[in-house]
RNA sequence: GGGCUUGUGGCUUAGCCAGGAUAGAGCGCCGGGCUUCUAACCCGGAUGUCGAGGGUUCGAAUCCCUCCAGGCCCGCCA
C-alpha cells in the first residue's frame, strides 16, 4: 500500500488546468460507458457484452470472454486477450486503457478524463440530466384517511418521494399524487363513530390523531354491537348515491386527516403535487364508464355483483368490481383513476404496500385487456413491530409523527454535547435535519423487498450507515472549504485516495440514472454512503489546508467537487446537506 | 390448502433480475488512533456450510427443481 503511494507520486504531474468553458457533457461517465459499450458490441458482434463494474480492478469491466469463448471454442484467456488488443487500437477508446487481465477485459481512464469529469462535479446541479419529453406520474402514500401515517407508511413515502426527486433529477417533468381514499368501509366507520359516539378532539390533538381514535372506539363499539354493520352500510350507500349531507361528512373527516397527514409529510420533506379524490372517479362519470366497458368483455360476469374472470392471465379469484346492491368496490374506482393517469402521463409508477400486489396484478392485468396504459408498481414489503404487526383499528402502531419526535430529541442530545457553544434555535435547526437524515435514510437504505421490524435502538442512531454520517461528512467539507477561501480551481490527483474518491465521484450522474431506470432509490443510498466513506478516509489521510500551491488547490478542488457531489446526493434523498453540525 | 415473497458471520444489510476475479458493508466483539482541516471519524483483527438438498454449467449467493422457516395475500374491505 505503501510502495503504491510512493510509486504514484513519483509519476509526473500533468495538472489540468481547469476553465469554465469545458465540460458541456454533464455525464461523463456515462458517455464513457456508452461508448465502450459500444466498441464491445461492434468487436465482439454481440448484443449482450455484460459491460459493468471493475470493482478494485478497473474502472469498467467485462466478462464477455467467457461467453464468446463458447462460441469460438478458444480460451477465454487468449480471446481476452485479442479483444483487448482490438479495441485498444480503436479511436473512440484512444483515451482508455484496455487491458486482459486472464479472461476479464478490464477498461481504466486516464486520470485526465477522470479529472475533466470531477470539473464537471464542482458545478450546481451535478448529476442532473437534461430534460426529457416523457411524462411521468408517480404515486405514493395514498394511505387511508382513517388514523396517522405509521412507521409501515412513510417506507412508503420516503421511498416514493426519493424516487421522484430522482425522476426530476434526471429530467423527467414529473406529477407526484396522494390518491385518497376517501369514501371506503374504513371511513365509513369513521364517520359511523363521529356521529355516534363522543368524539371532542384534545387539545393539542392532530386532526389525524384524532380521527384515529374515533375508529378505534368506533370499531371496537361495531364488535360490540354487530347490528350497528348496517348502519356503517348504509352510510356506504348514500355516499356513492351523492347524498349531499353524507359527501359533507365523509369529506370532513377525510379532510380532517389528510390536514394532519400534510404536517408529518412536510416534516418528512415529502411534496405531493395533486391530492386526488377517489370519490370524484364516481362524480365524474369514469368509474360508471369503465364499468360499462368492462361489461361488454368477453372475461365479465353479472351474477349480481358485476366481477371479472381473470383465469385467463392466470387469477383464480374473482375480481370484483360491483356490489350486488350497486354499489362500486374500491377496484373499479381504481380502474378509473387508472386509466385517468394512463391517457395523461407517459409512465405510471405506483408505490404500494405488499399487501396490494394480488390486487395490483390483477389491475395491471384488466388495464392492459381494457387497452389501457398499464402501471409499474413497486411493491415494499411491511415493517411490523417487535410484538407483532400494526394495526390502525387495534391502536398498535408507531406514528410517524412520535418517531420523529423522539429522533428529534436524541438528536437535539447529540449536538447539545457536540456544539454546547451553539445557540439553542440553531442546535434545534440542526437536529431537525439530523433527525429526518436519520429517519429518511434508516429506511431509503433498505431495499424495498425486505420486510424489516422496527427498532428503535437502528432509528436512534447516527453512526456509520446513517444519514447523520453522510451529513456530517458533507459538513467535514463545508468547514474545509470555508476555511480555505477563495482559490483557484486545479486539479493533479496524486494519490490513491483522490483517485478513489475521483472515480466514485464521477459516476454520479450514472447511479441517478440507473435509480430510475430499475427504480430502485437504494442504490442512491449505497452510493452516498460509499461516497461519505472515501471521503472521510481520503480525509483522515490527505491534509488539505496545510498543503502549498497546487496540491492544495487540486485537494480544495477534490474537496468542492465531493462536497457539491454530497450536496446533490443528499438533496436526491431528500436529506439537508448542513454545513455545520 | 393455493399464490407471491424473503432467508447471506451474534444482529442489520449489499450483491441475485442480465452466472464469472479472494461474497462487500455497518452494529456488536478484540486491539489501536483526538496538542492535527469537526472523533456523528479513522486504522487493524476475529467472525460466513450465502436456509437445506439436488440439478444445469468450464464456473452458482446469483439460473432450475424439491424441502424447511418467516412475511404478505387469497372479502360483494381498502
Known sequence: MTSRRALFSLLPLGGLRLSSDTGRDSDMFCMLFQSIEHALREVTGLD?????????????????AFNLAKIKRAPPAK?????????????????????????????HFSRAMVERAL???????????????????LEHTSANPNGPLHVGHIRNTILGDTLGRCFRKAGYPLEVQYYVNDMGRQIAIVVWGFSTLENTRLPGEKGDHHVARIYIAANRELEANPGCVADVDHLMQLVERGDPATVRLFRDAVTEC????????????????????????IRNGDTERVLGKISHMPECRDDGKLWLDLSSAGFEKEYVLRRSDGTSVYAARDLAYHTWKGRNYDRVI????ADHKLIGAQLIATMRILGEKAPEIIHFEFVSLPEGSMSTRAGKFVSADELLDEVTRRALEEVTIRRPELPEPERQEIARSVALGAVRYDIVRISPEKSTVFDWKEALDFERQSGPYIQYAHARACSILDKAGEF???LALENEHEMALARHIIRFPMVIENVVTELKPHLLAGYARELADLFNAFYHFEPVLKTEGLVRRSRLTLVKATQNTLSEALATLGIDALRTM
Open 48 to 64: 449482450e457484452v455484460l459491460l459493468g463494474e471493475g470493482g478494485e480492478h478497473a474502472d469498467l469491466s467485462s466478462t464477455v
Open 79 to 107: 480471446i481476452a486477450q485479442e479483444l483487448a488488443a482490438t479495441l485498444a487500437a480503436r479511436d473512440d477508446l484512444k483515451e482508455i486503457r484496455v487491458e486482459a487481465l486472464g479472461p476479464y477485459l478490464n477498461f
Open 119 to 137: 470539473q464537471q462535479a464542482t458545478m450546481p446541479g451535478y448529476g442532473s440530466h437534461p430534460p426529457r419529453e416523457e411524462r411521468v406520474v
Open 258 to 281: 389528510l390536514d394532519g397527514f400534510k404536517v408529518t409529510l412536510a416534516r418528512l420533506g415529502a411534496r405531493h403535487d395533486r391530492f386526488v379524490w377517489e370519490s370524484d372517479f
Open 350 to 353: 405506483d408505490v404500494l404496500g
Open 488 to 490: 483557484e480551481e486545479y
